[in-house]
């Protein structure tokens, strides 16, 4: 089968519609005699419910209902199925849909307003009086784990979830033997993901009540299906989830949440739909964010700059509940050692509960962390030997020649952490190239002489993507010759069907346009994961390749058949199976081989054929694809106010055999953008008391396109051995480095300065901080190492 569209750059299929504003979203969906729905949500972090009182909500005209805990049944009560079960997650607290007596963040969902219309039940939702009697709050994870610490939950020992280890080698003797180490330590603060579209869940139930449809937001509609049927102790088969066009994901979407529990809840006792749309204040108070973590962390390493060892300990925000388990902070562990062989590596990672809104993967899950822990000690062994910060990470890379490299870590399935492929030094030589490292000096000077400060800085990365076990494609060819391709994979925006339509036209010979991709329904397919770790090009691209190629031997076959001659002189082209050699009239339309498997009453189908002209495959995805690559970014500080411009910023990145490369370069322009969020402007903020101080974007800070440089990107390809595509996945390789290498950059622009920083988000008053306390260590301590760490020489 020759390739004409795949790795083509393919315009999006799905885009004529989307841009026409023809896409159908959850608040587009019309629903017979629908409800709409608000949730009344604690106000504060901690306390008891004393009372609810919801007679002036019901009261109102247009109110259909007003839910409590204890309204809904048994199942609004319990706390809900764990996604991610661990061994180690000693306490896997979950909330209930509704809060029965205690509640823990603000905005926990505690009653659900039902009305004729929004407006009425959000006027509804703000009569009911709930008297609360106020317990002890923690919201700082670094102190939750001290004895005098406030418990996040009552009745709890303690606020640890789980303690998380990664170890191999001899990490006491590397640091014994080492020519010296460098302490570190290193915070990233708590941040959401923020998505175009809100989170929302419809229900509607079927006509005898024994069953019901939800449409969910989710990029995960079968853990939904699954998780659903557990929590009310129902068959699967009585549960159709649908996850419509959805406007961004980025893994809060990938959550069982309370609504997708009350709201179904709510529609079978009303026998009516029922919706609920999350508004933006919502969003910022009951969305799962991410990435609050602290580390102590120390790297030790020989005088050549080689990294021998890393050992430290860290604590994770786990927020208030756990719906994910350990997923999150067990992600930010797997990237060790990142690019660089180690001789040992020693971690522990607290993951402890506080009174906010709980945490869970968002673009590059844990990875970003990691990434941000290893670049950090990277640059500081390079500062400690006055190593260019380039040459430290080609000295330390993993040959090109060691694949598969096993790292020495497992995953939680017990299984060898093992890079598959990739050209590391290969990625950083390139970026350098397209940066114009070696001429940085020149622009630094300039910069210089309108008094702002410019620096250089880079990262370097690892990501396992493609995680298995499947995801589902079937593919069929109609009898009016186009072809309907349906996937379990859910989009929200990635372009899933543009890939899909390539595998597909290139398998059968016709133009991507003929090809109609569905997705994310389960009553479509038995089967289906969801769309979270850059997995989908991989899983359901493969499941896509192998059910386009059954679906050609099959046609193949049948003309063969009809044509009496073997089928392995037939190909097919422009739609029609043709001889390879001989007069191209001679040949059939798949439109006709299509109809005749169709069926037609009254004549049998040939001899040795099923009906109809498709296939599906779940192909099994047994190992990742490890993508890779290296970001360089170039900033510009001006020290009087602190603030940072982005300059210039090149990505060389490595996914593999590139599928499409107007998708991939997109993915990656959204995640660079994403991780310049997280670098200089993103962070939620909460006070002592647990109320949220970051609600609406006056308080947040997106990254604006005004604040965005030129991206440049390149690919290296080095194809993957563990799927047929040779794909790794693209979609948070943008993000994963974005942070590291801009605080690389930021403080080699205020090198003179002495400024240092192992934190995001970085500020302007962090800068003008830094700025000064540099100024300080300089005075105080003249001798101070160049990296301001703290550097212990071992040894001789």
């Not at 963040?105 to 039940?121: C, E, T």
């Amino acid at each position: 089968m020759a390739t004409r569209y795949l790795g083509a750059a393919v315009r999006r299929v799905e885009d004529s519609r989307l841009l026409k504003g023809e896409g159908c979203y959850l608040d587009d969906l019309a629903l017979p005699a629908g409800l709409e729905t608000a949730f009344v949500r604690s106000t504060i972090a901690h306390g008891l419910i004393r009372a609810v009182d919801a007679s002036a909500a019901r009261a109102l005209p247009g109110v259909l209902a007003v839910y409590l805990a204890e309204d809904l049944g048994p199942s609004a009560r319990r706390p809900m199925p764990l996604a991610a079960p661990h061994p180690l997650l000693t306490q896997p607290r979950t909330q209930a849909p509704l809060a029965t007596d205690e509640v823990c963040y603000v905005g926990q969902p505690i009653a659900l307003v039902v009305a004729d219309n929004r407006y009425i039940a959000e006027d509804a939702a703000a009569l009911v009086a709930i008297d609360y009697d106020p317990l002890p709050v923690i919201t700082d994870c670094r102190r939750a784990l001290d004895s005098a610490a406030a418990l996040a939950h009552r009745g709890a020992d303690h606020n640890r979830a789980a303690t998380l280890t990664a170890r191999f080698g001899d990490a006491a003797a590397a640091f014994a033997g080492a020519a010296f180490s460098v302490v570190e330590r290193i915070e990233m603060e708590r941040g959401g993901a923020h998505s175009m579209e809100g989170r929302g869940v419809a229900a509607m139930p079927s006509p005898d009540g024994m069953g019901i449809t939800l449409w969910s937001s989710t990029q995960a509609p079968y853990m939904i299906r699954r998780l659903l049927a557990a929590h009310l102790d129902w068959d699967e088969s009585r549960i159709r989830v649908i996850a419509p066009d959805v406007g961004g994901g980025f893994g809060p979407k990938a959550v069982f949440y309370p609504e997708e529990v009350v709201i179904p809840l709510a529609a079978l006792r009303l026998r009516r739909p029922v919706r609920w749309v999350e508004d933006r204040r919502e969003h910022f108070q009951a969305t799962t964010q991410q990435r609050l973590q602290a580390w102590d962390v120390e790297v030790a390493a020989d005088v050549a700059g080689r990294l021998i060892a890393i050992r430290g300990r860290g604590v994770h925000d786990a927020g208030a509940f756990v719906p994910y388990g350990v997923l999150l902070p067990l992600s930010s562990l797997w990237p060790f050692p990142g690019p660089y062989a180690l001789e040992a590596l020693d971690l522990s990672l607290d993951v402890v509960f506080t009174n906010m809104v709980p945490t869970s993967p968002v673009r590059g899950a844990g990875r970003p962390y990691a990434n941000f822990v290893i670049e950090r000690l990277v640059d500081r062994v390079a500062d400690a030997l006055a190593l260019d910060r380039a040459e430290i990470r080609r000295r330390n890379f993993i040959p090109r020649d060691k694949f598969p490299y096993a790292t020495g870590m497992t995953y939680r399935d017990g299984s060898k952490v093992t890079y598959d492929s990739g050209d590391f030094e290969a990625c950083l030589t390139e970026a350098m190239r397209r940066a114009e490292y070696a001429d940085f000096a020149t622009r630094r000077a300039a910069a210089a002489e309108r008094g702002l400060r410019r620096g250089i800085g880079l990262a370097s990365y690892v990501e396992d993507t493609g995680a298995g076990p499947f995801e589902g494609v079937s593919v069929r060819v109609l009898p009016n010759g186009r072809v309907h391709a349906v996937t379990s994979a859910a989009s929200q925006g990635q372009g899933h069907a543009t890939i899909i339509a390539q595998i597909c036209a290139d398998a059968l010979g016709i133009s991507p346009d003929l090809v109609t991709v569905t997705s994310a329904d389960t009553d479509a397919l038995a089967y289906g994961m969801g769309t979270y770790g850059s997995r989908v090009a991989v899983a359901a691209g493969s499941s896509a390749l192998n059910a386009a190629a059954a679906v050609r031997a099959k046609a193949l076959r049948l003309a063969a058949s009809l044509l009496q001659c073997a089928s392995d002189d037939l190909t097919i082209a422009e739609g029609r199976i043709v001889r390879r050699s001989g007069p191209a009239d001679t040949g059939l339309d798949l439109a006709l081989l299509a109809a005749r498997l169709a069926g037609t009453p009254g004549i049998p189908l040939p001899d040795g054929f099923a009906p109809g002209l498709e296939a599906t495959d779940y192909a099994p995805i047994a190992a990742t694809a490890t993508a890779s690559g290296t970001h360089i970014a170039e900033v510009e500080v001006d020290p009087a106010t602190g603030a940072v411009a982005v300059v210039a910023y090149v990505v060389a990145h490595d996914c593999g055999n590139v599928l499409n490369p107007l998708l991939v370069d997109g993915q990656i322009l959204g995640g660079v953008v994403h991780g310049i969020g997280n670098a200089l402007f993103e962070q939620m903020v909460y006070d002592p008391t647990g109320q949220p101080l970051s609600s609406n974007y006056g308080e947040y800070l997106l990254p604006l396109a005004s604040e965005m440089p030129r991206i440049d990107i390149a690919h290296i390809e080095t194809p993957s051995p563990h799927n047929p595509l040779g794909a790794k996945g693209a979609g948070e390789g943008g993000t994963i480095p974005a942070a590291a290498a801009l605080i690389s950059a930021l403080e080699d622009a205020l090198r003179g300065e002495g400024a240092r920083f192992s934190k995001h988000p970085v500020s302007p008053e962090d800068v003008i901080e830094a700025i000064q306390l540099g100024r300080c260590v300089r005075e105080v301590v003249p001798s101070a190492s160049p990296g301001g760490g703290l550097l212990e020489i071992a040894g001789g």
